[in-house]
């Protein structure tokens, strides 16, 4: 739908239009770390983040969610649908990954209701970013460096002007609500074609096999050493799965007031590395111990949404590497699993007929 370009002086303007129709999400600074909050003025937003603590995600899909409530008195039960107007402001592209694999999961099957009811009145713009996140970001490597879908609009810096591609229609009405934003130039496109070409080179590729690789070097490591590895570092924290922009997991608690006559059904969010995840009836627990749950949620990451969805559980963030107490982190345990794949094979070779 093409390319406007606007002056980040015409920005807080634009921002504050929105502001009278929409609640506004974006990156703000609290104290040493960035958190996607709402913002009550341009000047609450921060565009040079580097990430955030936890992921846009919970946007769509709150960390504690009333999903109903009811009153046995009066035989009444009521769905909670949120569908407030909301602008998703400078999500990275990362997370802008994260959110089309959680679209393709919360619409598949049984549709949940509350997700789609927030997504469809979400609009997203994203940001290009030009440098690494962190050093423990690898979005290089899983292919999630940039985008050419799913955005409303898309951001990217020019140094003293925003280059924006509209993405929808609703991208584009959004941009009406500024003057500022002028249809790209010749000169337009060569800045913003030199900005992308610049920031290829100042992301390293960390993993040592190919995404499309993923998937096998999981399956013929299912039982290797290193997960029994990682379950003795792991403290079961879940710090790892509650940072995550693409787990999803939730429990379902109600909560019922006093006079035990009315109350809500809550969805919250929870993790499968924690120990309590999979008990089921009877007390047992099909993952009990850490090593199951850590290969588990690899698996998770590197195989089964790939398989599901086509589309990569893993989006190279590196917020679980920043979180992680013990120096779990994805890079390293993908390399080492590469590194200790060929002694692998070469063994079943040998029992080969």
């Known amino acids: 739908m093409g390319f406007r370009v606007m002056p980040k002086s015409a920005f807080p303007g634009w921002v504050e239009q929105m502001l009278q129709t929409y609640r506004v999400v974006g990156p703000r600074k609290i104290r040493d770390r960035y958190m996607f909050d709402e913002v009550n003025s341009p000047g609450d937003l ?15 899909l709150p960390q504690h969610e009333e999903l109903l409530s009811f009153d046995l008195e009066s035989g009444k039960m009521e769905a909670a649908i949120d569908t407030q107007p909301t602008v998703l402001l400078g999500v990275h592209t990362c997370d802008l990954h994260a959110i089309r694999l959680l679209d393709a999961v919360f619409e598949d099957g049984y549709a949940d209701q509350h997700y789609i009811a927030r997504r469809q009145n979400v609009l997203l713009v994203s940001l290009e970013c030009l440098s690494p996140c962190t050093e423990k970001s690898f979005c290089k490597s899983m292919g999630t460096l940039s985008v050419t879908e799913g955005y409303d609009l898309h951001l990217t810096d020019l140094g003293d002007s925003y280059a924006i591609d509209i993405g929808s229609e609703r991208g584009q ?3 009406e609500l500024t003057e500022n934003a002028q249809p790209a130039t010749d000169a337009d496109y060569s800045r913003l074609n030199q900005t992308l070409s610049d920031k290829w080179p100042r992301f390293p590729y960390r993993l040592e096999s190919d995404i499309t690789e993923l998937a096998n070097l999981l399956a013929v490591s ?15 924290c879940g710090s790892c799965t ?31 590395t924690l120990s309590q995840f999979a008990v089921v009836a009877g007390g047992h627990n099909f993952r009990s111990t850490n090593q199951e749950r850590q290969r588990h949620r690899f698996f998770r990451k ?9 589309l990569v559980g893993c989006v190279g963030c590196g917020r679980c590497a920043e979180a992680c107490l013990v120096d779990i982190n994805p890079v390293d345990t993908f390399n080492e699993l590469s590194r200790r794949r060929i002694p692998m094979t070469r063994r079943h070779k040998e029992v080969l007929p």
Do not use: H
């Open 222 to 236: 299912y039982d290797s050493d290193l997960w029994e590895e990682l379950g003795e570092k792991c403290l079961g």
């Open 242 to 272: 509650i940072v995550c922009p693409t787990c999803y997991c939730f429990n379902v608690i109600d909560e019922v007031d006093f006079s035990l006559n009315a109350g809500s059904r809550i969805r919250q969010w929870d993790g499968c």
């Open 173 to 175: 009405a959004l941009l």
């Open 302 to 310: 590197g195989k089964y949404q790939m398989e599901a969805y086509g």
């Open 46 to 60: 921060d565009l040079t983040y580097s990430t955030t603590v936890l992921p846009p995600k919970k946007v769509l």
